[in-house]
């Protein structure tokens, strides 16, 4: 094998490891929450869920009213 093709395509291997290097971002999360809003950021909800979450809330009951002595004491 020639030196100069062998010295070529070790040249051209280094210069793929070099870009793969530097096309994957690595991101650093401070906590456990900041990598869920991240995500919750980048995925979006199919439409069937988004439907049959808005019709579970509706079917949730409302808030019970305040107990009397609280309406009384206006608190």
Same mark, same amino acid.
């Given at each position: 094998? *020639? !030196?100069?093709? /062998?010295?070529l395509? @070790? =040249?051209s291997?280094?210069? *793929?490891? &070099?870009?793969?290097? &530097?096309? &994957?971002?690595?991101?650093e999360?401070?906590?456990? $929450? =900041?990598?869920v809003r991240? =995500?919750?950021a980048?995925?979006q909800?199919?439409?069937?869920i988004?439907?049959?979450?808005? /019709?579970?809330?509706? /079917? $949730? !009951? @409302?808030?019970?009213?305040? !107990?009397w002595?609280?309406?009384?004491l206006?608190?």
């Amino acid at each position: 094998m *020639n !030196p100069q093709s /062998q010295r070529l395509r @070790s =040249d051209s291997a280094q210069s *793929n490891l &070099s870009s793969t290097k &530097s096309a &994957s971002l690595v991101h650093e999360f401070q906590s456990a $929450e =900041d990598l869920v809003r991240a =995500d919750a950021a980048a995925t979006q909800v199919p439409a069937v869920i988004e439907q049959r979450l808005a /019709q579970s809330i509706s /079917q $949730e !009951p @409302s808030a019970a009213p305040k !107990p009397w002595w609280k309406r009384l004491l206006g608190t």
